[in-house]
């Protein structure tokens, strides 16, 4: 027998925009449940340090998430963390999630901010390697590379500063990447190139990794003249985008682009009429704290809009 259990609004991910919609409905007395497959805050979990969160000088990506977490709690907003969700019905007037097999969530509206995982190089041995040399997240594992030498593959702001704080443990840092120049911000760039401990592999890209039981080198082809180097290295972290956490919602009618992003309105409406889309499960421009923030407050104020039939 399925337990029930109704509420106004049911928040898919407990990231940035999730803990934010949870603070605003909780806040307006508006009944909500965040329902999180991992542990609630995200990617800003996996952030060393934040240094762009606006009235926050510098503060971890852990603290800053366990903060929005007492926050939301504080409002009311309900946390379920580590779900299983099993079923999800989103066409109705009524959504509903199932969770294993024994409790079925309701409600109204739902708001979706699933978030997003780091993408894969898909070369021989990153699936060998990967936690034995090869990492996708500074904070958890820089600590393991205390002077030892690492390669930081990619060209965005992600990299770039993840690869600064990695000098913090690493003796020496290079960064692989495939064009000759980085789409970063200016002030990213000039940190890298001012830190004596980085230096550069541009116009390459790493085509398979080695080692025994542990990580042990890689090899790379530069692109421009097609030769192939090894590089003996202790560790390589990779930060070269994004894909959205949507593999859930292909199984329901709500609209993707080509990427598996959910096409959301500015309202954060979604084409299913009470469901929205919020952070950077959706498809947009930037994904940063910041917009994940924005989209969660937009979506939570027209969930509640919503509810209320205006
Ligand atoms: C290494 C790194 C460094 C970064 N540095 C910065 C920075 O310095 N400043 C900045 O502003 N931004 C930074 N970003 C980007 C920023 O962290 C993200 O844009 C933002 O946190 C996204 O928030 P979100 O809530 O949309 O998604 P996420 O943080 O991805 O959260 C999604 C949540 O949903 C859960 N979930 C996933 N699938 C499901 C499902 N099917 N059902 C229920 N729950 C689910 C996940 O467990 C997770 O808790 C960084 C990102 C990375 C990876």
């Known amino acids: 027998m399925m337990e029930e259990k109704k509420y106004d609004v049911i928040i898919l991910g407990g990231g940035a925009a999730g803990m934010t919609a949870g603070i605003y409905l909780g806040r307006s007395k508006v009944n909500a449940v965040v329902l999180d497959t991992g542990t609630v805050g ?23 998430s366990s903060t929005m977490k007492k926050q939301a709690k504080s409002f009311g907003c309900q946390i379920k963390t580590n779900v299983k969700i099993t079923d999800l019905s989103l066409d109705g007037a009524e959504k509903t999630v199932t969770v294993g097999d024994k409790t079925i969530y309701k409600a109204p509206a739902l708001i979706i901010a699933t978030g997003g995982r780091s993408r894969m190089l898909n070369v021989p041995g990153e699936t060998e390697f990967k936690g034995r040399g090869i990492s996708y997240c500074a904070t958890c594992d820089g600590d393991f590379f205390q002077d030892k030498e690492i390669i930081v593959v990619g060209g965005g702001n992600s990299a770039l500063e993840e690869a600064v704080a990695l000098t913090k443990y690493a003796s020496k840092v290079t960064i692989l990447h495939e064009f000759d120049h980085f789409q970063a911000f200016e002030h990213a760039v000039e940190e890298v190139k001012a830190n004596a401990k980085i230096d550069f592999i541009m116009e390459s890209h790493i085509i398979e990794f080695w080692g025994d039981e542990s990580l042990r080198g890689v090899k790379y082809k530069n ?28 199984n329901t009618p709500v609209e993707l682009n080509s990427r598996n992003e959910i096409a959301a309105s500015e ?33 939570a104020l027209n969930a509640i809009n919503y509810i209320h039939g205006k």
């Open 42 to 64: 995200g990617q800003m979990v996996l952030t060393y340090e934040i240094a762009n969160y606006p009235g926050v000088e510098l503060t971890t990506g852990y603290q800053l």
């Open 223 to 250: 692109l421009k003249t097609g030769e192939v180097h090894e590089k003996a290295i202790d560790g390589v972290f990779i930060f070269i985008g994004y894909e959205a956490n949507t593999d859930m919602i292909k």
């Open 267 to 299: 309202k954060m409406e979604t084409n299913l009429p009470g469901v929205f889309a919020a952070g950077d499960c959706r498809a947009k421009q930037f994904r940063q704290i910041t917009t994940a923030v924005s989209d969660g407050t937009i979506a």
